[in-house]
């Protein structure tokens, strides 16, 4: 037998070696639980995630925003009659209040999406989900969106947030500027403010829709773990299952769900556009217009007009 000569670095015999323990492997976060923290507290899950400063500023900052809420509720009068004396308007304060409100919203959404993100890359493995069956239901039932993160879909999570800003904002932009539009002061900011109300109004009444197509596609994702991998692998196994159970068999049982869901909102169209005739329709605008005019309101009540106009004009 040939003996075999290994030839080793003599140089290695002089380095030291680390003789101590080795370092603990790095804790892998729950993304979902960092998103929920952020989402009832600002820097919850970043404080979840060790992330003790950024966690710090953002807690910090929304007791801010709370206590600047509360001393505006008590000392309103004062506030705005000092404002008043610097020589701003009623109506750019408001303007400025909108601004801050959307800002605010997009904050509160944005912290637990950057919680969520940072929670994901701790881990070896993609997060697919939390095991609930209930609480993604719940989450997108009180902001669309949220139940999408939870079920380890933050792509289509963050999608939804951003039809959930937006619809938040309009729904509360025009609850708030229907109250204070006889309190504002007439010029440019006035118009601008009625413009931006216009455009909300016009945004407001699809937030049901928006609302109910995210808690079901939240509560179907959550019942099926297969609906939580990517695309393409879905695109992949539903054409696996086609090729060996049938397109039937195979891939019809999967979207009947979808399918239903379209025929529903198919039948629930054809019931209200036979059930409520166009003149209840430009029966409502009428009184809406009658309304904001009366409020001082020009755009607004000018748009419906033409609506009106369009809606005879038609029903000739």
Not at 25 to 32: L, N
Not at 50 to 69: N, Y
Not at 90 to 108: D, K, P, Q, R, T
Not at 215 to 244: C, M, N, Q
């Amino acid at each position: 037998m040939e003996k075999v000569w290994e030839i080793k670095d003599p140089e290695s015999y002089l380095r030291k070696k680390p003789t101590g323990p080795k370092p603990a492997p790095r804790e892998e976060k729950d993304p979902s639980k960092a998103y929920n923290l952020s989402m009832f507290y600002w820097g919850g899950g970043q404080l979840y995630n060790d992330q003790l400063v950024k966690g710090a500023v953002f807690l910090v900052s929304q007791a801010l925003v709370l206590a600047a809420a509360v001393l505006f509720v008590i000392y309103d009068n004062e506030l705005l009659r000092s404002l008043r004396a610097s020589g701003a308007s009623l109506s750019s304060m408001f303007l400025g209040g909108e601004a801050l409100l959307f800002f605010l919203i997009l904050f509160w959404v944005s912290n637990a999406a950057d919680a969520y993100r940072i929670a994901a890359r701790t881990r070896k493995t993609r997060f697919r989900g939390t095991n609930s069956r209930v609480a993604p239901f719940l989450g997108s039932l009180v902001v669309p969106g949220w139940g999408q993160f939870l079920n380890g879909q933050p792509v289509k999570g963050s999608l939804f947030s951003v039809l959930a800003i937006i619809e938040c904002f309009s729904i509360l932009s025009v609850v708030f500027t229907f109250l204070a539009w006889p309190l504002l002061d007439s010029g440019d900011a006035r118009f601008v403010i009625e413009e931006i109300f216009a455009v909300c109004l016009i945004i407001a009444p699809t937030a049901p829709l928006v609302w109910t197509l995210s808690a079901y596609d939240a509560f179907k994702v959550s019942h099926d773990d297969l609906l939580k991998e990517p695309l393409w692998e879905r695109i992949k196994a539903a054409y696996y299952r086609g090729r060996t159970q049938g397109w039937v068999r195979g891939v019809f049982p999967q979207i009947k769900g979808t399918f239903l869901l379209v025929l529903f909102l198919i039948f629930f169209i054809i019931v209200v556009y036979y059930w409520f005739p166009t003149g209840f329709y430009a029966e409502v605008l009428a009184s809406m217009q009658d309304l904001l005019r009366g409020r001082g309101m020009t755009i607004v009540p000018e748009l419906i007009g033409k609506l009106l106009e369009r809606m005879d004009a038609m029903g000739r």
